[in-house]
């Protein structure tokens, strides 16, 4: 897979939350801990999206990727992003994702809404 094909699930997913009401706050955010590839608000919900791209019957699918190693990253990423941007300081918070099992153009999106916590 290359950078391209990653890129252009993000574009897919990004539509596809933005045509169900959600709004991006930003894009491909990384520090030192990890990378979030679309951070969204859904009414006072920040939403931290994680997206995946999975082909072929050897790989897990995309969401079973995100394992526990990968969910802590994300959860220091948006720990750090919060703590950098007050305005999203006291508001509910939710990590979803986007899988993809094709490069299709008219592949269907899995969405994972809450697929885990920072509690875990």
Known sequence: MNTQAGNDAEDC????????GLRTLARNV?????????VMEQGA?????????????KFQT??????YRKQQRLIRTAGL???????LRDRP?????????????????????QAFDASN
Not at 45 to 57: A, D, S
Not at 101 to 112: E, F, Q, S
Request: proline share 2%; net charge positive; with cysteine.
């Open 13 to 20: 997913a990004e539509a596809y939350l933005i045509a169900r």
């Open 30 to 38: 990384a520090c030192r801990y990890g990378e979030i590839d679309i």
């Open 45 to 57: 919900t920040i939403v931290f999206v994680e997206v995946r791209l999975r082909i072929g019957k």
């Open 62 to 67: 995309g969401a079973g990727s995100v394992d």
């Open 81 to 87: 992003m919060i703590q950098c941007m007050p305005i």
């Open 93 to 113: 918070i939710r990590f979803d994702i986007i899988a993809y099992d094709t490069l299709c153009k008219n592949r269907k999106a899995h969405w994972i809404r």
